[in-house]
């Protein structure tokens, strides 16, 4: 039996092309708010024009305390973590700048995949033109590291190096970076950690799903039999994750507990998942074992449902592995369709939507799909509009999976109980 | 708090150091692997599969089920050339079907991708990024971390780094408008390697106290593989036959 160790959710903060903020991001999927659009960047008649994304608001609300021009130095990535790091420890009731130092550790756990590619890119450009002239400042957010450097500083946390991580793992980085700070606080390395991701839209990543063929022009169907692909998705989300006797002494909100953690890899193929799934369904198996529930105590599942054919076929598959067996089945959505493939945030922002569902009891739709079309590998609920679960459906524990380039799995289960 | 990590394995593949043996005078068990049995990788793939080859025969790790055994990569750079590669055929392609080959092989965690599947690792594949001075105490910590939590039996921890005529330049470039301080992590020379150490829950032939064991390795050395590389000089036994 693998070890268990509840982990206290005391804030959470979103940026997404729904909006800014957590309500706004779960109003808009909720509501299955239909947001996608050409990418403005992109220059009318370019090909990629064609393709719909999922774009957070253009400006983007500075905080206070950096000033202009520190704030339009940062990549967007950067700009984007910071807005949803305040919303979280403003949830938590934790000070801007915590004081670490007082005995007290405070861990930082962020992903990426791009980190500063918006500017990259455009140096890369410069350059090619003439190197001399390029604008060497678009190169100096270059290092991914610095996504979690910025807000150390900020913050004044996670001064140690063993405590602040910034994730690669591509669609799985931000969690892994949950299952990271959860495991850290189990371990007695620190009371409380930032655990998320973030993501700018830049023209590497559209270009080169688009160079795979998997990208969806008019948006995707996640499940769906005759789905066209992923729509590329920004935004970031961060997550303050507590021990629950540290969240209860200082009388902190705990709005649900992260129980379980799974993660594997497939070792099959650089970008394509192994279609049997095994691996996909030992990360949701371990994740289960470790929060102590079955399959039947789960009602919801946020599925990584990127609307790929091979993404969708193996996931379809996997869980129905784990999950058909139940006496009442979860209901399983993806909410791709609403915010896009976030990539490295995409694990953090759809664990906050699983938080939720979990405290609003109501499953957000599988938007996008057709009636009558599902995927028939998908044999579990796939709502195509909002289901309330009230009364004795009412929910109890969710889980969320995301899958990776090079095979990566993971599964987070959250509960509302402790134990 | 303070963290213990027991070494099972260690390789080296460096501009001064070809291969583990070097640093360790009878590393029972240890294989070099031929440059040409990875000539299909990628250059920083290649390097990472090399250091690594080293640390896993060395520490027996065949005889471990891949599913318990975990992953981490760090690179400061990545496959700096795929990158570049990629950017180039995606200006080139004005917007059409640019390089799909290079782009998967330019992200990040690509490396790790052909690590584990060169030895099937099925636990928890993790690329991180630290700074260059961070990148040898981070690593390790989130390798015991994974041991700790018991989501692995051994982890093999790699750190890699590729010269790139682009990266020099793009160093020198970013360089120039820097602080001083900044300057000098820049200016330095770029390496190319990998160093890859295999650690385990299980006593082996060094033992490896974190953070103070790790703390100080960078030394002025500019990327995560040169400081790796130091610190694995100071951590091993000079014979473990």
Redesign the interface.
Known sequence: M??HHAVAITGMGAVTAQGIGVPATWQGVAAARDVLAPWSE?EPG???RSVKVAACPADLPRPADLPPRLWNALSRTQQLACIAADEALAQARLPDRLREGDGE?IGLFVAT?VCGMDKN?RF??QY?EN?DS?D??L??R????EV??LLARRHRIAR???????????CVGSA?AIG?AA??I????CEIALAGGSEALC??VL???????VTAPDGCRPFDAHRPGMTVGEGAGILVLEHPEHARARKAPILAYLRGFG?????????APDPAGV?AI?AMRDALARAHLQPGDIGYINAHGTGTKDNDAMEAGALHAVFAESPEPPMVSSTKRCTGHTFGAAGVIEAILCLQALHENLIPPNAGSVEGDADPAMRLPVPRNHIYAGGERSLRAVMSTNF?????NTALVFAREED | MERLLHLVGAGVVTDEVAAITELVADAPGCEILPVENVAAQERLAALAIRAAHQAWTMSHSAEVSGEQIGLICVSAWGAIDATVGYLESMFEAGGKFASPRLFSRSVYSSIAAAVAIAFGLKGPCETLAFASEDAVTGALAAAWRLLAAERAERVLVVWAEQAAAVAHDLARRAATGLHKKEYARYALELGEGATAVMVSRSPGIASIRLPAAAAGAWAGKPFAMDSAAAWVRTALPKSVG
């Open positions: 693998p070890p992109i370019h090909p990629l550790e995949t890119e890369a450009a090619r190197p390029a060497v400042n190169m100096r270059l290092q991914p590291y979690g450097e140690s190096a063993a405590l602040r991580e910034v994730c690669l793992t591509t892994m990271a495991d850290a189990a371990l007695g390395e023209r590497v270009s080169g799903f688009h160079s795979l063929k993660v594997t890899c497939d070792a099959y193929h650089i970008t691996q030992r990776a380039f090079g095979g990566n």
